[in-house]
């Protein structure tokens, strides 16, 4: 299989994981260009990335006519249309991140531009190339569990990462952003579709905001953390940036290395240093969905920022066994009707970047290889994935509407 040529179209956090994986495979991507119009990141890739031409206006990119075998997508959500489109128009497949759009109409712009120009667009749905799921799916397709007829997923946000993304960061306010059912869980109703292989019908759903409001708000706290007298708050900024495990999230805010000493200096008075209580955010804290499927099958989906730890878990119904894991866990068990119990390691050695429980490293590997003609596992274009996103627009109509039954139309 011969090298295939990259472009990244932002160098944030999703984008660098590809720009990286360019840089550690160069015998699968060359990363011939890099847009970005962030000055910082600008200088920080022409470091890290010397030979690489860097564009600050993705127009000046495309006046090149740089010749490339996909762009990578990796831009704000309500900014997808346009750089999708131009890309798209300009000559080159995609690698677009999710969620395709922030809106339904977007979305389904993108997907018929995707016709008009005969492009190739694959979605990062990371989670159906992680080992995990993609043991998952063979297990399904083996038959050992009988025929699938319900399937229950959650996701478990954690406490932290909800205080993060969904209550100071960028996908805190939907119409700044994107319901969150589409921005964070839009990986989840492409797996539950993936994994049933039907077309849904219907959904029903039903959450809200519950607990980052004012109303909880405690007594004598102030607008930001680094001014606030309620040093035991489990929300107070510098004792979630500075914890070990969780300091990657303020790159949002620095550039530098990410030590206590710089993280302490460049968080006061930015919106990670907001009061949780005190944000312009409307995204539900907490949802759940319930999905019909073509043929009477049904699955369930709950949303949830109150867990201490990040982690999706997973129950699959058969007709002849069920199937239990956590993704984080590594781990799954089939529990044959009758008695016998079968537990399936999962080996996640090979994936040395990203995150996501592999699924990063190994959707870039699915990439090339489809780039290449190659059969990949998991890798499917725009029409099934628009799919998805109209589950996650049903949710949010449904969810509006004290979760009023709400039919999917393509």
């Not at 200088?43 to 006046?63: G, H, M, Q, R, S």
């Not at 229950?152 to 205080?163: F, P």
């Not at 781990?331 to 699924?359: C, M, T």
Request: proline content about 3%; aromatic content about 10%; charged content about 25%.
């Amino acid at each position: 299989m011969g090298k295939k040529k990259l472009v990244v179209f932002g160098l944030g956090q999703r984008g660098g994981i590809y720009a990286q994986y360019a840089k550690k495979y160069p015998e699968e991507f060359e990363l011939v260009a890099i847009i970005e119009t962030d000055a910082n990141r600008r200088e920080k890739a022409k470091v890290e990335y010397p030979e690489t031409l860097i564009f600050e206006n993705y127009k000046d990119f495309l006046a090149q006519q740089i010749h490339a075998d996909v762009v990578a997508v990796a831009t704000q959500d309500a900014d997808h249309k346009e750089h999708a489109i131009a890309m798209m128009k300009g000559g080159y497949d995609l690698l677009l991140e999710k969620p395709i759009s922030n809106n339904k109409k977007d979305c389904l712009d993108i997907y018929r531009a995707s016709l008009k120009y005969g492009k190739k667009v694959v979605v990062c749905h990371v989670l159906r190339y992680t080992p995990f799921y993609s043991t998952v799916k063979r297990i399904i397709e083996s038959g050992k569990l009988g025929e699938i007829v319900t399937i229950n997923a959650s996701e478990n946000v954690g406490y932290y990462h909800q205080a993060h993304s969904f209550v100071r960061g960028p996908w805190r306010n939907k119409k700044e952003s994107s319901p969150m059912i589409l921005a964070k869980c839009c990986h989840d109703m492409d797996i539950l579709r993936y994994l049933m292989d039907e077309t849904c019908l219907s959904v029903n759903s039903q959450g809200g905001l519950y607990h980052f409001n004012a109303a909880n708000a405690p007594e004598g706290s102030t607008a930001y953390c680094s001014d606030c007298p309620c040093t035991d708050c489990i929300y107070k900024a510098q004792t979630i940036y500075t914890s070990e495990n969780k300091k990657w999230m303020a790159g949002y805010f620095t550039t530098k290395e990410l030590t206590e000493e710089n993280i302490l200096a460049d968080l006061p008075k930015t919106q990670y240093d907001r009061c949780v209580y005190r944000c312009d955010n409307d995204v539900v804290d907490h949802e759940v969905t319930i999905l019909q499927f073509e043929n009477g099958k049904t699955a369930t989906h709950t949303m949830t920022a109150f867990s201490n730890t990040i982690y999706r878990d997973l129950k699959v119904h058969g007709t002849k066994a069920e199937l239990v894991g956590v993704v984080e866990e590594g781990k799954l068990e089939i529990r044959y009707f009758g008695g016998k119990v079968e537990q399936v390691p999962i080996d996640l050695s090979q994936a040395n970047v990203g995150g996501h429980a592999g699924g990063d490293f190994y959707m870039m590997e699915g990439l090339y290889k489809t780039l290449n003609g190659e059969p990949a596992v998991g890798v499917t274009y725009l029409d099934v994935s628009v799919e998805s996103h109209l589950m996650s627009f049903a949710a949010e109509e449904s969810r509006l509407h004290k979760g009023k039954t709400v039919k999917i139309k393509l």
